[in-house]
């Protein structure tokens, strides 16, 4: 047997326990994995943890840490059940600490931090024309293989008077966190378009992305030119086709 392994195993329990801050209703927390520990706290707030949501309210400063720690360790496993030797290909020898680097720290990133703070302008002088963001790059995985999205999003906005607007870099930001998170193209325009609303305040807004799926191109169908294109139309968008169709025309998907 390997002898390695407990003295792992043994390091990283004692970690975790450290990491995690032991209120009266965590006692019997104690020596739990950390994600059991924040998913208790999900549990108890009877909040939903899909792949998409962001679940950064329940997770305590430095915790993080804690995750990749753990992430790694079952990524090991992983490797070991496709065995790889990773003790001697010197390729994989960090891959499983590099994967769960990757999916905590950077491309799920959107499910572990809080949103972006945005600063509100007034609209001092009351703009009501069309206002058009984009093309925003995506950088996604899909939930069903976490598979890599690549794509773009255009935004479009029709403020009212009393709209509160966001500096156009927050567009971005906003799109970035939404999207670093495993998703389904179709929710996540849907969650985008509700974040503006809820944000802006505006008569109208519109969110169109175009996206290439990985899962269509790498594996399955193995289709290298199919593409996904999604869009919701709000308020003004939905009503006024005028508008629509000058929102559609001005966009440049080439
Ligand atoms: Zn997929």
């Keep these: 047997m390997p002898i390695k392994k407990p003295a792992v195993a043994k390091k990283q329990p004692a970690k975790k326990v450290v990491s995690v801050k032991k209120t009266a209703s965590e006692k019997d927390d104690v020596g739990l994995p950390l994600s059991v520990v924040i998913r208790r706290r999900i549990e108890a707030q009877k909040a939903r943890f899909h792949a998409n949501d962001n679940i950064s309210a329940f997770i305590e400063p430095g915790e993080l840490e804690g995750l990749v720690d753990e992430v790694a360790e079952k990524m090991q496993a992983v490797l070991e059940s496709l065995v790889i030797d990773t003790e001697n290909d010197h390729n994989t020898k960090n891959t499983s600490r590099r994967v769960a680097k990757m999916y905590v720290q950077e491309v ?7 949103q972006p703070t945005l600063t509100k302008f007034p609209n001092v002088s009351r703009l009501n024309e069309l206002m058009i963001i984009g093309p925003i790059t995506v950088r996604s995985a899909c939930s069903h293989h976490l598979c890599p999205i690549m794509g773009r999003i255009w935004i479009g906005v ?7 607007l966001i500096g ?5 930001r906003l799109t970035e966190w939404v999207m670093c998170r495993p998703q389904i193209q179709e929710e996540a325009v849907v969650e985008l378009a509700d974040m503006l609303e809820k944000k802006i305040k505006p008569i109208g807004v519109a969110v169109v992305m175009d996206a290439d799926h990985f899962c269509m191109q790498w594996r399955g169908v193995k289709d290298r030119d199919s593409k996904m294109i999604n869009s919701v139309m709000r308020g003004a968008f939905l009503k006024d086709s005028n508008l629509r169709r000058e929102f559609l025309a001005l966009i440049d998907r080439k």
């Design 168 to 172: 156009l870099s927050k567009y971005s």
């Design 158 to 164: 029709l403020p009212s008077k009393e709209s509160a």
């Design 108 to 114: 799920f990133n959107g499910r572990y931090v809080g």
